[in-house]
């Protein structure tokens, strides 16, 4: 029986999670939820750019569609800057008795050591007031620096080291809020935004290596971080808007994890919104963007992952894999005990079942 499914929000994670809900045959969907006016009442199909209608109309009453009383509700609403609201949204949801797949707030991929007890324990007490459970994931955040290490680690003797690097041009990106106020491109160099404010990166991915050094056994001593900007030699246009001469058109960032006073588990991330910026910051081994995995230990490795899409580039197809990601996993979370869950707790195999939409006459909308 399909488990029937919630969705919420339909930007750039969203619209694309909707269009796999709809399409795969292992879900019903029983509710769409937006926050632009100017979506609500359209058709679930039509919101996914899918040449489909599905019946079912999207409102801006959360209330009214948790009265459906889905199995799972998928979270794609924008967290990071709307912390509380988020976190008030999935706990109504939880305590609903609807499981939670999202990809925001970030920190719930693994809050513990970041967030206060005072807005985590809400979050545990809706899921045992509901009987729920919740998973939080993404990109990176998410699978490749998460589930990718441990699989890679598994096979090694000894590890030393492990580093996670996402390589990409972002000049096709058009999220204009997360590429101007959150990464700050087209600001003057030194004109800092938020993720470049100290202890920001180190809260943003620390929950990734936190995470990761659990899985591997050990604590960490402290997470450290790094920066470099690259301003624009000359003015130009991308997806999301103009950057000006001599604003931010590259950032560099490294986030470490450091025990025994080594740097044992590092993420990299190198943006571009040109590729002839910085030619000397690592470059990606496919044109545009690709993520690595690098492995020093016995043996060593160095795993390059290099996302296509029919249906857009390599950062369409970047976000369609964290989309996928979080559907993915609704039969998992929905037989998982009530709690916050992360990729600790829930099989490797949560691609069980993604080639249902191939085998039947579903998954041709597009």
């Known amino acids: 029986m399909a488990l029937r499914v919630l969705h919420v929000a339909t930007g750039n994670v969203g619209r694309i999670a909707l269009g796999q809900l709809i399409e795969d045959p292992r879900f019903e969907l029983a509710g769409l939820v937006v926050s632009n006016p100017a979506k609500v009442g359209r058709d679930a199909g039509e919101l996914a750019g899918l040449d489909v209608v599905t019946g079912v109309a999207a409102t801006a009453d959360l209330g009214a569609a948790l009265a459906a009383r889905p199995d799972c509700t998928v979270y794609c609403a924008i967290g990071e800057t709307r912390l509380p609201g988020a976190l008030a949204d999935i706990g109504k949801i939880l305590a609903a008795g609807s499981n939670v797949v999202a990809s925001s707030p970030v920190p719930l991929i693994y809050p513990w050591g970041l967030l206060p007890e005072r807005m985590i324990r809400p979050v545990e007490d809706a899921c045992r007031a509901g009987g729920t459970s919740l998973f939080t994931t993404g990109v990176d955040p998410g699978w490749v620096n998460d589930l990718l290490p441990f699989a890679i680690a598994s096979t090694c003797q000894r590890v030393e080291q492990v580093r996670c690097s996402e390589i990409a041009d972002y000049a096709t990106y058009d999220g204009g809020p997360v590429m101007f106020d959150f990464m700050g491109f087209g600001r003057p160099v030194g004109d800092l935004p938020k993720i470049l404010r100290p202890g920001m990166l180190a809260a943003s991915w620390g929950v990734s290596l936190?995470?990761?050094?659990?899985?591997?056994?050990?604590?960490?001593?402290?997470?450290?971080?790094?920066?470099?900007?690259?301003?624009?030699?000359?003015?130009?246009?991308?997806?999301?808007?103009?950057?000006?001469?001599?604003?931010?058109?590259?950032?560099?960032?490294?986030?470490?994890?450091?025990?025994?006073?080594?740097?044992?588990?590092?993420?990299?991330?190198?943006?571009?919104?040109?590729?002839?910026?910085?030619?000397?910051?690592?470059?990606?081994?496919?044109?545009?963007?690709?993520?690595?995995?690098?492995?020093?230990?016995?043996?060593?490795?160095?795993?390059?992952?290099?996302?296509?899409?029919?249906?857009?580039?390599?950062?369409?197809?970047?976000?369609?894999?964290?989309?996928?990601?979080?559907?993915?996993?609704?039969?998992?979370?929905?037989?998982?005990?009530?709690?916050?869950?992360?990729?600790?707790?829930?099989?490797?195999?949560?691609?069980?079942?993604?080639?249902?939409?191939?085998?039947t006459d579903r998954g041709t909308g597009r």
């Open 210 to 359: 936190r995470m990761l050094a659990r899985g591997f056994g050990f604590e960490l001593d402290e997470i450290t971080e790094w920066f470099e900007q690259e301003p624009a030699p000359e003015a130009f246009d991308v997806a999301a808007g103009h950057i000006p001469a001599g604003g931010m058109a590259a950032v560099r960032f490294q986030i470490s994890g450091v025990a025994g006073g080594r740097e044992v588990l590092v993420i990299d991330h190198t943006t571009r919104l040109r590729g002839d910026l910085r030619p000397d910051w690592p470059q990606p081994a496919q044109d545009g963007g690709s993520y690595r995995v690098e492995i020093v230990g016995e043996p060593s490795y160095r795993v390059d992952v290099c996302p296509t899409s029919a249906r857009g580039d390599h950062n369409y197809a970047a976000i369609a894999a964290g989309a996928g990601r979080i559907v993915n996993a609704i039969p998992d979370v929905v037989g998982a005990p009530p709690g916050l869950r992360t990729p600790l707790d829930l099989p490797f195999t949560t691609a069980r079942g993604v080639f249902a939409a191939a085998l």
